[in-house]
């Protein structure tokens, strides 16, 4: 069965420090797709990042980074030199083949709090 | 930068009522959803719609739900008889064609508040 777990529900950090969002997945599928998505405080849904399971080279974006560890089934996301405005929940998820569509099974959530 | 739209952005409903929540997708895009995020919680897959027909709906997606895609750019979910735990937040996606695994992009949601 598809599942995305983040453990971590809340991390509150003061503005300029460095913060790891944990992500741990599981699928049955060997081709499967890894996402990160932010929920700023408005509401809406932004696409960060995705990811394919072949590729495990890790993304650099800016102060975004993405660390992909197929060995252990994680996806995570770091922000160095973390700013007010990232704070969000930030959701990670993964799409398979199973179900006959590419859903997006959602982990539930970590809540980012960066105070100044 | 094109982005999907969805209406109203707030809607409030007696419970038992019918609601229809509307969506205009992407506009060169061929696969859409339908989330629904309870307070708090997690997103949650409802459906997923292609060549105008449903191609994967959740335990959730019960026989209240059903969606359409009445024209060229609009995609409709519609509620029923609406209860009290249907109050949640909704979010539109859709993602383009080609090869797997295209990130799905999001409307701004409508909030459903059952009364």
């Known amino acids: 069965a598809q599942k995305v777990t983040q453990a971590q529900t809340e991390i509150s950090v003061v503005e300029k420090e460095d913060v790891t969002l944990d992500c741990v997945y599981e699928t049955r599928d060997t081709t499967y797709y890894l996402f990160w998505y932010k929920q700023p405080p408005s509401g809406e849904l932004v696409f960060l990042i995705r990811r394919n399971s072949f590729d495990e080279q890790n993304e650099i974006s800016g102060r975004y980074s993405w660390n992909f560890q197929k060995s252990t089934s994680s996806f995570n996301f770091t922000i160095t030199a973390s700013q007010v405005v990232d704070s969000a929940v930030y959701f990670c998820a993964l799409s398979d083949s199973q179900g006959g569509s590419e859903k997006l099974v959602f982990g539930k959530g970590t809540k980012l709090t960066v105070n100044p | 930068e094109p982005e999907v739209t969805q209406t109203p952005s707030h809607q409030v409903t007696q419970m038992g009522q019918e609601v229809i929540l509307r969506c205009v997708p992407i506009?060169?895009?061929?696969?859409f959803y339908w989330y629904r995020q309870i307070l708090g919680q997690k997103v949650e897959f409802l459906v997923s719609?292609?060549?105008?027909?449903?191609?994967?709906k959740s335990e959730i997606f019960d026989d209240q739900f059903s969606v359409e895609r009445p024209d060229g750019s609009n995609f409709t979910l519609k509620i029923r008889s609406t209860k009290l735990e249907d109050s949640a937040m909704y979010f539109c996606?859709?993602?383009?064609?080609?090869?797997?695994?295209?990130?799905?992009?999001f409307g701004d949601g409508t909030r459903l508040s059952i009364l």
């Open positions: 506009s060169n895009h061929l696969y």
């Open positions: 996606a859709s993602s383009g064609q080609g090869f797997r695994g295209q990130p799905q992009h």
């Open positions: 719609f292609y060549n105008n027909e449903i191609s994967e």
